[in-house]
């Protein structure tokens, strides 16, 4: 995970408000969640420098969890300047998530 950065309530709007960023809402105990990693520790090499991707666990950070009405996980969101621009939940595919990044570059 060395290019992702971790989220939690105090860092989390800070983070989302500039440029292009992906934020995976996770839990420890979740399978599909540790299926997603690899793919999106993949994504943080590819676009290193043109987007942020970061790790928010739901399990510490429920305030936020709820604010953005997390109802399962892995839910993906995606912010470009701030705004929510995209979300999926559920695992995807490495092709599914880049055509997704790709759409707000």
């Known amino acids: 995970?060395?290019?992702?950065?971790?989220?939690?309530?105090?860092n989390y709007h800070e983070a989302i408000s500039s440029g292009?960023?992906?934020?995976?809402?996770f839990a420890d105990w979740c399978g599909p969640c540790h299926m997603m990693a690899p793919?999106?520790?993949e994504a943080s090499s590819v676009y290193e420098g043109?987007?942020?991707?970061?790790?928010?666990d739901i399990e510490e950070?429920?305030?936020?969890?709820i604010?953005?009405?997390?109802?399962?996980?892995?839910?993906?969101?995606?912010?470009?300047?701030?705004?929510?621009?995209?979300?999926?939940?559920g695992a995807i595919n490495k092709s599914t998530l880049?055509?997704?990044v790709d759409a707000l570059l």
């Open 1 to 10: 995970m060395g290019n992702i950065k971790l989220l939690n309530e105090d």
């Open 20 to 25: 292009v960023v992906v934020v995976d809402f």
């Open 39 to 41: 793919i999106i520790d």
């Open 50 to 56: 043109r987007v942020v991707f970061a790790k928010l």
């Open 61 to 65: 950070s429920k305030p936020i969890a």
């Open 67 to 89: 604010d953005n009405k997390i109802m399962g996980i892995p839910t993906l969101l995606f912010f470009k300047d701030g705004q929510l621009a995209d979300r999926v939940t």
């Open 98 to 100: 880049f055509e997704r």
